[in-house]
Every structure is written in C-alpha cells, then in structure tokens.
C-alpha cells in the first residue's frame, strides 16, 4: 500500500522554545531546557544533533514510505528554510509546511518572504502551552485580532492551514473560538493535527465533544502521536485505536490521515509500530485504508500545487 506520512518534522540544528525556555541539543539525540529538564528527542537511525531529509528518505523508503509532510513547530524550533530546501531538493517525497510568530514586529516582511519569495503553500499554527504560541505569550484568543488577521492572510494566499491546539484543560484548547475562525474562511483547508490530542480515557468525552463541533465541510484531521499520547500503553494501543474508530464515525474515514510525528516519537517506539497498529487493525477497512495512508493526504498537500 501506497503511504504519505502526513506529519513529520526535520531538524537542521534544535533550536525549540517553549514553557521551560530555550531548548538546545546536547547530544546522543538528547535536548535540554533552560531549566535543566533533559528530554529524549532523535532515535540513534535518524540522528544524534540533526535530522536530516536524507536520513529521512532511508527510514521512509526502509518503511515503504512514499511521501511526507514537513510541518513545523516550537518543540524542535522553527525549521522553514531547511524545510524548503528539503522540498525543493526531493520534490517527490516530500511537501514542507512554514510557520511563524504572528506578534513579530516585522510580520509583513516575514509573510511576504515565506508566502511569496519561497512560495510556501502549507502555513502550520502551534498554538499549545507546551511548545506553542502560548508556551511563550499570554492567552492567545483564536479568534481574537491576531489570529484572525493570520487566517484572513492565509485565506488569501489560498493557503492549506494546519492548527495544533494542544491538549484539553489548558488555555490553547480553544474549539469553540477555532471553530468559528474555520466557519468565518469556508473556503480554506484546515487540518487539525493529533485529533485532538486525547490521552488514555480522560479525555475521551472532550475529544468528542470537539471533533463534533470541528468536523466541518474544510476540515481534515491527522491522527499522528495518537499512540505517544496513550503512553504507557504498548503496541498495539488499544486505546489508541478505539480513538480511531470514534475519529473516524464523527469525522469519517475520508477526513483522517495518518502521521508518525517523527522523530520525537521514535524515541519511544519504532515506526513500524506507530503505523502498523491502525493499517493492520480492523478499525479501517481496505478502502478506507487506502484513503487515510495514502490519498487523503495526497489531495489536501500535494494536488493543489
């Protein structure tokens, strides 16, 4: 079967910024904070200080991979021309995603060059407490000026939009205020990274309520780090896949797409597993297999361009 990994992030040099400040690698593909907090962030296959797209393309053609999609974040450090190179470099296999602060005092200058100078077609928001916007800034309104303003830019530029809300109880889980931003642009793509990003049970009742209110006509969802997030459970996440099953009976099988995350979550199991437990699962059946690992992701990141 044909694979696009949806959500995967290369890594020039570490450079993340979040709740415990700066983060640097230190080594044997460990990262540290400003507060001292050390955390596993590169598997010995992909790297020890970097990873880099040609070591990507080996775990991806080892894995029977055919695609991928760069998108970007605060918990490894914004990555966008690294990113676009990458892309322009291998433009079979993968398609890159850029991001950017919407507070920069010299926001324009910063759009134009991404959005018209590099031509960037896929734009990705972290918005979560952890590794996102309000990691580092006061409570972000989502539907407050800024990042209207930013959706009214990427509306624009007709451009694929990806938003990581981070977890339920925390102020970037904001459904209700993304929610009307999504039904304001009916005409932009928005995908929703990690469904939500549920943990083991807890969080079950949120997930639905959210998935409820966010599956709208332009929205699509990846389910990547779904079984990072169930952790300590093992392969074959059981709970991960019942997630699965209500992702895919609120939002439909042809909404969903899946992503390893890669590669802090190859930190903790191997790529086989963090796939195999929903292409060999029941949860999906062989049509739908098709749509959630290979064409869905087709059609919202590469057949636009």
């Known amino acids: 079967m044909k694979i696009i990994d949806a959500h995967a992030h290369l890594a020039q040099t570490i450079c993340g910024f979040g709740a415990e400040g700066d983060l640097r690698a230190i080594g044997g593909g460990r990262a540290q904070y400003a507060s001292g907090s050390i955390i596993n962030m590169i598997p010995p296959e992909l790297g020890e200080y970097d990873v880099t797209p040609e070591k990507v393309i080996e775990l991806m053609d080892r894995e029977d991979v055919e695609r991928a999609v760069l998108l970007q974040g605060n918990y490894i450090g914004f990555q966008n021309l690294y990113s676009w190179e990458a892309q322009q470099k291998y433009p079979d296999r993968f398609a890159a995603a850029c991001t950017y602060d919407p507070f920069c005092v010299k926001l324009e200058a910063i759009r134009r060059h991404l959005f018209e100078d590099l031509g960037f077609r896929i734009l990705k928001f972290e918005v979560s407490n952890g590794s996102?916007?309000?990691?580092?800034?006061p409570t972000v309104p989502l539907d407050g000026p800024e990042m209207d303003e930013a959706f009214s830019h990427a509306n624009d530029h007709h451009l694929v939009t990806v938003m990581d809300i981070g977890r339920q109880r925390n102020n970037c889980f904001q459904v209700e205020a993304l929610a009307r931003e999504i039904e304001k642009y009916p005409d932009m793509t928005f995908v929703i990274c990690h469904i939500l990003a549920p943990q083991r049970e807890k969080d079950e009742p949120g997930m639905i309520e959210g998935m409820k209110r966010l599956s709208l006509p332009n929205v699509y969802w990846?389910?990547?780090?779904?079984?990072?997030?169930?952790r300590p459970e093992e392969y074959p996440y059981p709970t991960a896949q019942r997630y699965l099953r209500i992702a895919k009976e609120i939002a439909g099988a042809d909404r969903l797409m899946f992503g390893s995350d890669l590669p802090s979550t190859l930190c903790r199991d191997t790529y086989a597993h963090l796939r195999d437990y929903a292409l060999t699962s029941d949860v999906f059946t062989e049509e739908e297999k098709k749509l959630v690992f290979y064409e869905t992701a087709k059609k919202v990141y590469y057949d636009g361009k």
Do not use: E, R
């Not at 996102?132 to 800034?137: D, F």
């Open 132 to 137: 996102g916007l309000m990691s580092y800034h």
């Open 222 to 230: 990846d389910f990547a780090a779904l079984p990072a997030n169930q």
